[in-house]
């Protein structure tokens, strides 16, 4: 039988804000109005991104392809090696997603509706958009791979690519953005390290979740800063998540029975109606 693309959590079908611009009214790429593509099985949508296990690096991955074969076929691939994908159709809405939200990957085509990708690429990295950006050129179009380069772009692929190189790319990219990250973060006893994703309070090892260790990392490497639910959604998952679900606080209850377990001195605090926060000394 010929093997499926995932119905994993974040394989759904191009999940995005209601206020995105496109693609379509309605959003979700299994409802683009082209009833001629072959169509996967619309997977619930009630499906929700679940931690991703073992030490794969999972990234917030915003494809930009107005061509709905290609643009699904690399949604599938990557939502099955763990990362959250969002789907977009246009330049603009390219701008609006990666400007909005924190993505760690741009995949961006060159020829798109309205802006094109080059234009894209350089507006995001003039408005200090850090995400790493992957663009996909023409064939033997030399001058576009250097344009994109130049442009800020990080990486490159030529179509037709295969996807297996694609996921490759994609998996380096991921560790590239690792390791210009600060190599550990400690905030009172507690010590992370993402390049190994093993974390300690005190002498006690944690053992965390992908997407567990995803948000205290974020949550430590700003200390005393309020997180909101919808901003820990914003990072940790993708875009258009489910809105009202309970995802954030069973996440930090789970944080806190593992990190806080047994101390009267608990780092995760929660601020009413604002958010969480790493409590640093004298927050106590
Ligand atoms: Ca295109």
Redesign the pocket.
């Known amino acids: 039988m010929r093997q499926r693309g995932p119905l994993t959590p974040d394989g759904d079908a191009g999940r995005r804000p209601a206020g995105a611009s496109t693609p379509g009214p309605g959003g979700p790429a299994a409802t683009f109005p082209r009833p001629a593509v072959p169509s996967h099985p619309t997977p619930p949508t009630r499906d929700r991104p679940t931690a991703v296990q073992g030490g794969r690096v999972a990234l917030r991955i915003l494809i930009v ?3 709905k074969t ?1 643009a699904d076929a690399v949604r599938i691939a990557l939502a099955a090696d763990g990362n959250a994908v969002d789907v977009v159709g246009d330049g603009g809405s390219a701008l609006e997603w990666a400007q909005s939200y924190a993505y760690d990957l741009v995949i961006l ?4 509706p309205g802006i094109d990708g080059f234009t894209v690429c350089s507006t995001l990295r003039s408005s200090k958009v850090t995400s790493s950006i992957l663009m ?1 050129t023409a064939l033997d179009d030399v001058q576009d791979r250097i344009d994109g380069l130049d442009r800020g772009a990080d990486d490159y692929l030529a179509k037709p690519f295969s996807m297996d190189e694609l996921r490759a790319r994609v998996r380096a990219l991921g560790r590239r953005r690792l390791e210009d990250r600060e190599p550990t973060v400690h905030v009172g006893d507690l010590w992370l390290d993402p390049a190994t994703r093993s974390v300690r309070r005190g002498a006690r090892e944690i053992r965390l979740t992908a997407r567990e260790f995803a948000m205290l990392e974020l949550l430590a490497r700003h200390p005393g800063h309020i997180f909101s639910q919808d901003r820990l959604i914003e990072a940790l998952w993708t875009a258009d998540f489910v809105a009202g679900s309970n995802i954030v606080e069973v996440y930090i209850r789970s944080l806190r029975r593992k990190v806080d377990a047994g101390r009267r001195d608990g780092l995760i605090e929660t601020v009413r109606g604002a958010g969480y926060r790493i409590r640093t000394t004298g927050q106590a």
Do not use: H
């Open positions: 392809e107005d061509e290609i085509d060159v020829i798109l996909l």
